[in-house]
């Protein structure tokens, strides 16, 4: 099973950015799409982007683009993903997942590996 470890969360001020790393290790990354999903206080875990393993294609839930940016360097087997124009509602913890399975969608069951977690917080 692949492991996963978020990096670079932290506290920005509204309109600042942050990129956060999933950095993995065990398995063929390039095997697994990679997701980035967000859980604020209080609320359910919800899609933020996701890159495919092959063919460059990527998701965005609706809220993010054009602000944030999901990246991929196989070489360092690590997905980034790029946020800018933070705001408060951007508050959460930002876990990374990976899915070995051959369909590629936001759908959180999908990802059978996840992180712990990196906490952003945005404020206002």
């Known amino acids: 099973q692949v492991q996963l470890v978020e990096s670079g969360g932290g506290l920005v001020q509204a309109g600042g950015s942050l990129r956060l790393s999933c950095a993995t290790s065990?398995?063929?990354?390039?095997?697994?799409?990679i997701g980035w999903f967000r859980q604020a206080p209080g609320k359910e875990r919800e899609f933020v982007a996701a890159?495919?393993?092959?063919?460059?294609?990527?998701l965005y839930t609706d809220s993010v683009k054009g602000r944030f940016t999901i990246s991929r360097d196989n070489a360092k087997s690590t997905v980034y993903l790029r946020m800018n124009s933070l705001s408060p509602e951007d508050t959460a913890v930002y876990y990374c997942?990976?899915?070995?399975?051959?369909?590629?969608?936001?759908?959180?069951?999908?990802?059978?590996?996840w992180g712990q977690g990196t906490q952003v917080t945005v404020s206002s």
């Open positions: 065990g398995r063929t990354f390039s095997n697994y799409h």
């Open positions: 997942a990976a899915s070995l399975l051959p369909i590629f969608r936001r759908l959180e069951s999908d990802f059978g590996s």
């Open positions: 890159f495919a393993r092959s063919g460059g294609r990527t």
